[in-house]
């Protein structure tokens, strides 16, 4: 049934004009460890509302700089600089999940953890390539000792050089349709659980850890200062040559190290239906939300009165969903010890608002 409402019914109960969304308050706050998403039961339904206006958001940036499904850095391991690679040539370099529990005495592995410059990110790439930081059982395209990373805290970029005697190297694109079969083959790279099975590394297709350390060439576009002499476009560094094995060869960096897990959250509302859309097509779109603070900061976010504007919404609106997305359009998750808070204003399409 549809309710109309007239001047004096706008004093009513179900007509406020603010509302306050809270995730301690999620009809499911109880039966997950952590989310993404939402739902707040009004208890007394809000009826006739023209439209929402978002006023603030308050979220709690509880994550570390590097998300869990961008922690693999792949690349080639060749005989001699004028080889095309292959997927025999594919090689990797990988970090566990930050909930990884191990099964008891298994140590060959190093997790994602907090990284407080992009030394301390080195640092345990270093580890995780060296002998122990690891397993070939279950990344079977990792070569212990196979590559060193550098770090330049005057240049500030992140470098990387191969150490089997007389091979050549190169960096791995994003988007090389070797590396995007390597994602989808769960023969590849999977990481220990805690009891006697495994489960798939986590990953994104189109998202790598080589972009987070400073190489952004997809392996599909032609390599910088290549000048037509490049192999083949999947040798994805400037210049587009494979480097000869030792700190002489170092693979050069085409960008620069990025510990941001995300410059945006995308709130969504069940509400607002198609009137907001976001990135990869996604309907609902109530804000994009700028990530202003570091990690383990408040996101204190007030928007303008326009901000957040839906045409039009349900008449008869009894609970409010509310999901969070990153940049590259998967679920923001936080734990449930950290909540976050949506406050609206409700417009029943009255004067002065009409």
Not at 78 to 104: F, G, I, S
Not at 208 to 221: D, F
Request: with cysteine; net charge negative; glycine share 8%.
């Amino acid at each position: 049934m549809k309710h109309t409402l007239s001047g004096p019914e706008i004093n009513s109960v179900n007509c406020p004009d603010r509302l306050s969304l809270d995730s301690y308050a999620d009809t499911d706050r109880a039966a997950t460890a952590d989310y993404s998403s939402f739902t707040n039961n009004l208890g007394v339904a809000i009826l006739g509302a023209k439209q929402l206006h978002l006023l603030r958001a308050t979220i709690p940036n509880v994550t570390l700089q590097i998300p869990d499904y961008q922690l693999v850095f792949y690349y080639y391991e060749l005989p001699d600089a004028t080889t095309v690679p292959t997927a025999a040539h594919l090689k990797a370099v990988r970090l566990y999940p930050d909930q990884y529990v191990p099964p008891a005495g298994f140590t060959a592995y190093k997790k994602n953890i907090f990284f407080t410059d992009p030394g301390a990110l080195v640092a345990q790439l270093n580890l995780a390539a060296s002998a122990g930081g690891d397993n070939v059982t279950y990344n079977t395209l990792w070569v212990s000792g196979g590559v060193t990373f550098t770090y330049d805290s005057t240049r500030k970029h992140i470098q990387w050089y191969g150490n089997t005697a007389s091979k050549y190297y190169a960096n791995a694109g994003w988007n090389d349709p070797i590396v995007l079969a390597s994602q989808r083959d769960p023969t590849k790279i999977t990481t220990y659980n805690f009891n006697t099975s495994t489960s798939i590394q986590p990953f994104v297709p189109g998202f790598t850890l080589n972009q987070r350390i400073g190489y952004a060439l997809s392996g599909t576009c032609v390599p910088p200062l290549s000048f037509g002499a490049q192999v083949s476009n999947s040798i994805a560094n400037e210049t587009g040559v494979a480097k000869i094995t030792g700190s002489t060869g170092v693979v050069p960096h085409d960008s620069y190290p990025c510990l941001v897990y995300t410059q945006n959250i995308y709130l969504y509302a069940n509400v607002i239906s198609n009137n907001g859309l976001g990135n990869y097509g996604r309907k609902n779109l109530m804000a994009v939300i700028p990530v202003d603070v570091a990690s383990f900061g408040v996101i204190q976010f007030v928007a303008s009165y326009n901000g957040g504007e839906a045409h039009p919404i349900p008449e008869e609106i009894y609970a409010v969903n509310i999901e969070m997305r990153d940049d590259a359009n998967q679920p923001f998750t936080l734990p449930r010890s950290a909540n976050v808070n949506v406050e609206l204003s409700i417009d029943y399409g009255l004067p002065p608002y009409m």
